[in-house]
């Protein structure tokens, strides 16, 4: 298993290094201007000494390379418009909000979708069912900045019960962002979930549970659910990126200084190595989810986890099997 | 001891049926049959003939589709279809354990054995600690024939084959030493030689513990090798039972005739197709009127189009519902 | 699973499944009697059509400063009322949806159609070409929406139509992974062995046995596909990507109304109702498409 998970994590490198390549190539052949065609820096020839000091002026090869070099030895994601101010510093400081409101906002799609879609299962076809159906439909066909505009109108404004401004000492300046994300993500995730959930409570094992005389809730509760997780736990992977387009409409919307905002500014300024450095950490973090999805997913689902544990051992627990059967 | 008290579970008058698109689908049409302390009862009919339907009925185990319209189980004097939540939780598997056809689909795949047998026995013994209930699952896993049972517990469902999933239903059901073990077709998906094994060793563990088994399935085979009684159900009826010898040797109904002629004889003609009943099996949507069988009966007379057979009393147990009797 | 069965049943012949038109008619008759299928439709469609009939609607446009009416509440005049800029809003709703509507609608066709080809070709001819479309595929959907959207439209310069190509583009692998997977399951039904086996040439066997298979899924991919594109592309707008002042887009009216959310909320409150109620309609029409397609029925 471990072995398994330090692969993965290496595997990050080539899949960062070629996400970079193809941005690296739209930016540089595509978009051609940078920031230095912009009509505040006029022109001149000292300027273009700068830029030829900073390397602006290399071929693309030697840019690409030296990008990568930077990135993977010295942690660097060299200068805003290849001038300007240290990219890493200001990465290293957005990374946290950006953190912080995705992984809110994916907890409280979970903390919300799961035990909806749950109890839409048991109870189906029944008021409650319906009524979960609606209510996920609805706000899942709302744009994210149109509920973050109503629940700042509802808790902000009306309630004065919510702070509008993040800050880190409340936690209970993350609810509306979160729930701003999230509302997104719920509606699949309650449906999965009540799909998942039908389709287990229909197995002949439920039964079997049952009949040996187990409480109903521990039938639900902990053998259905467990197993319920199981093509859910599969999806989370899909649910972050799906969600990370929420979190650039909540930095825009309470002005967090984030990724994503930092991304839009850039966009703005044609600087590339903003861009790219944005690209990249967003790459990374949703590389990095889909390596934690595996786990959790090997972790809840024992055949994938003898699975990952070797061949050899897979091999071993087949011959002891066909030795039992035999004997 | 007095005759009544040495029947375990009486089924009597049982009827269910099914909500279906079609419209409602008559599994089971007023069965009754009884389990005696200690004995085996077959349970004998075609696939989807309403066995398992009358038998899950009694477990409470349906789902939402079917209703129970009429009919009570009584168990030890206890109406058991009208027992509450927690009445039937505490019941089921203490006094009456089921096993299944497909073992494999009837384990939860993502407990290890060892949690799942755990669990049961904690469930019905709330006061017992986890090691006590440990052993005595590994105690229960040696005497269904695993070996290693240490080991095995801390494995799960799907590193075992079929036949050791059915060792471990088995000993699952059996942990709390139930009075009657229900044996839902448990060898069906099973290879003959672990059919055998298996049948083998739930012949071994019913003379043991002494307690009474009710097991349906399809094939007079397993029934002569292992029954005490028979019950022959014909699309959701009744239509004879007796003693597993008076069966074999007088059938009465021409259906349990016709089961009969369907055990492959090693004497048989090489290069004969198997035999078969003619024609489809009963419709559970449109019942026929009269008798169930008449459509595909050999003997069929005006009478059995028109009105079902009453139940003839032949000999002592062994009764039929036929107009020929 | 009904089709699936009556499929293997039929393929022992060789045969097709079943005549098409009955499919189709059947489709039909079942989704007219799903009354919220039915509404859903409605309503979307003559949102659209008020949209495309603006100019007849309004006798506002969209850009005409009034400085001395500003946020004027709703009167004879202006139905609707006025913005921050003395603009009437209903014309601004209506030309707006116009802008959202075609790239939203515009972007999926055009997803769709590239999706459906390079998923043909992938899931047909298989072999080397399958593998390489197939991971290029995997890699684009790996990469968020935005970034590529974002990504595509700084290469090729801001712009609307440049933002539309950029969002099918996104949505492009949706389409030919479904296709793909589609195609690779039919391929494999015993009728088209057999339809190959007699030498049908390959037009033909796609275009008459694997084009109708495929468009049940195809056509229901494509409702919801309407309905992420309608959010994406507001949300865009709201960002500020792809739409330039003073066009009008849903998502971007509502960017502007938000420094005046809380005294002025209406035109925020009305760009967002009429988001969801565009896309809450197409979810339905495409909830009931899928209950009319599947052949388990209800």
Redesign the interface.
Known sequence: MTKYIIKRILMIIPIVL??IL??FV??YF??GSSIRQMPIFGGGDALDKIFTFFGADDNFITKYIRYCYNILFKLDFGRAGDIGFNVTRELKYRIRNTLLLLGSGVGATLLIGIPAGAYAAIHKNRIGDRVINLVT??F???????VA??L??FFA?YLRILPVLISYTSPKAFIMPALTIAL?GVASIARMTRASMLETLEQPYIIALRSKGLREADVVYRHAMKNALVPIVSALGGLV?QL??GT??VE??FSVPGLGSL??TS?GM?DHNT?LGC?AI??II?TVT?IITDILYAFINPQIRLLYAGKRAAYREKGRRNEDENG | MDISSDILLEVRDLDVSFQSRQGEVRAVNGISYFVRRGEVLGLVGESGGGKSVGVHAVMSLLGTSARINAGSALFEGRDILRLTRRELASFRGREVSMIFQNPSSYLDPVFTIGRQMVETVRAHDKGISKESARALSEDMLRSVGIRDPERRMRQYPFEFSGGMSQRVMIAIALLCKPKLLIADEPTTALDVTTQAQIIQLLKELQEQSGMAMLYITHNFGIVAELCDRVSVICGGYIVEQGLTDDIFYHAAHPYTQALLKLIPRIDSPKNETPPSIEGPPVESVTLPKGCIFHPRCPCCMDVCRQNAPPQTALEQDHSASCWLL | MKTRTADNANSAAGLRPAAPSSIWGDFLRKLCKNKTAVAGFIVFVSVCAACALAPYLTKWDYHTLDTENVFAPPSREHLLGTEYLGRDILARLLYGGRVTLRITLVSTSLAAVIGCLIGLAAGYFRGRADFFISHLLD?LA??????LI???????GWGRGNFMYAMAVAAVPQFARLVRASVMNIISCTYIEAARALGVRHSKIILRHILHNIAPPLIIRFTSGV?EAL??C??MG????GINPPTPEW?AL??VS?SY??SH?LL?IL??AV??VC??SV?LFGDGLRDALDPRGT
């Open positions: 070629g996400v193809i941005l739209l930016l595509l978009a439909l609805l899942s066909s709302i744009p994210n900045f149109s505009f109503f700042t109108l404004v997104g990126s990370l387009l650039l409409v825009h919307f991304m839009m966009v044609r861009i690209a967003l790459t949703l889909n | 890699i790996s990469i968020p929406v935005f970034l974002i990504v595509t439209e700084t290469a090729f309905a959010i994406i507001t949300i709201y960002l500020g990507v998502g509502a960017f938000k959310m809380r909320p925020i760009s967002s988001i969801a896309v809450i979810n």
